[in-house]
């Protein structure tokens, strides 16, 4: 770390500045700012190298159409510049709770989002058309016409967790009044996604890596999610899903079935005879965050953040990777309970296997969720499972109930913090030295490396730090997770349900107050938060 650097970063953070990009800087990792100016430098910075990589006016995604999220400006090495349904939803997950926290300016980019999926549902694909299956497909040119090439297909998670987005803005439109623009526009799209899962949640396909073709916990939970809040935001609008209410619980089911005991949860491909990983996967990470319920208990079933299998489950994954990247042997990484990064899953050998920028942010997510779940549930608990994820942050705590008002709670709360605070510096010691997040870090030293301004890794770092910072968008989190029960016995069925093609994709002009996002920030070449004579913006989380 170059001290300027350094000190130019921290002022500019003090003076409520944007960082301007320096170009051709060493990538060479650096010495970590306090994580609180951290966030506050990297959150808008993250924020405006997402709306770079949306079309049409981003400026690193020239071509792409309305409201198309670029998975990277990337072209080649690897080449990304191609729509994904899954990485696009994950995307619009963050921009609309930003939005919904208070961030008027994202609104037309949300509808823009809202059209362009309508676009995509009705293409005729490898994956088959709407009603054959090609919700599957997993990703798409720029332009919003069909990727024709061999590919791992299909990807039977976009479907569900675009629903899942869209549901958000739906829900938030129904509660300002405007029922009939939710019912009109989004309904239908949300329908078709709906429908989808229900029909092919019991068939295999690619996981989220988009190599291996069986059943994925990430997959198979947010289908579930999907239903369940599916059903509910149909019910709010005077229709019904009850091919939602059938296959919910049955997905619920077989969602326990990934849990391994004594193992870890894990992505293993049930379905899948040639299976050879030992099974901890980033993806069951991604699962209890994206699964996470304000609401929620921690002995609730489904691996929320703070349950136990979930935990066990967290010390899995990261321990098994502690020994997988030679930068951590000179670091307290190696050890138990310290900070470690995490990639996809130990065996991954693409790029040659390396920790991954949203896998790290995501592993500090999840304790950041736990933390908010045990603060609003008034007890942590110490589940048998996950004593040994305890013991590694308090040595010698026993399994139990610990009250709000205990100094055990506050104990373990305290340090489980500091633990998920380490994940989040490692993001930042790792990150190129303007803040651009690429997809991976070296495991030899540490460089950012493949995708370069991968848009989910900004996501992922933003909803982190929201995370982090608890509150009012973490309350607004909720989408009836504790309704959800497994029946006795489990069956693998499917249902039959509607697809429509959508036809209102022109939203009314502006529903709220709104303005219009900047996306002509230049976040690779100029100073990222402020475009060309744009005013520099004050820092802000949007809670
Ligand atoms: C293999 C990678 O592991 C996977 O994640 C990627 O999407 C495909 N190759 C295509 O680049
Ligand atoms: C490869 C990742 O494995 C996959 O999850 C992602 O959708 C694509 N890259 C695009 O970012």
Redesign the pocket.
Known sequence: MLLNDLTTRALGVLAGLTPSRETGTSLQPRAPIPLDDYIKYETPYALQGILNNIGDKGSQVPGASEGVVV??PSTENPN?FYT?T??SALTFKYLISTYIGGNDTLEGLIHNYTSAQAKLQVLSTPSGDLSTGGLGE?KFYTNLTAFEGSWGRPQRDGPALRATTLIAYANHLVSSDQKDVAKDILWPIIQNDLTYVTNYWNETGFD???EVNGSSIFTTAMQQRALVEGSDFAAAIGESCPHCDAEAPQIACFLESYWWGDRSISNQNVKTDNYTRAGNDCSSILTSIHLFDAKAKCDDPGYQPCQGKALANHKAVVDSMRKSYPINEATEATEQGKPAPVG?YPEDDYYGGNPWFLCTSAAAEQLYKAIYQWDATGSVVVHQVSQAFFNDLLPGIKVGTYEKSSETFKQVTDAVKVYADGFADLVQAHEHQNGSLS?QFSQENGTAIS?RD?T?SYAAFNTMAMARAGGKALDRETWGSTKVKAPDVCKRESATGTYVTPTATIFPSSSSNAGSATTTGTAASGSPSSGAGARPRPFKLWL
Do not use: G, K, T
Request: proline share 7%; charged share 35%.
């Open positions: 998975a990277s990304y994904w899954r990485d997993p989220l890596w988009e996809r997809e995708a991968l989910w």
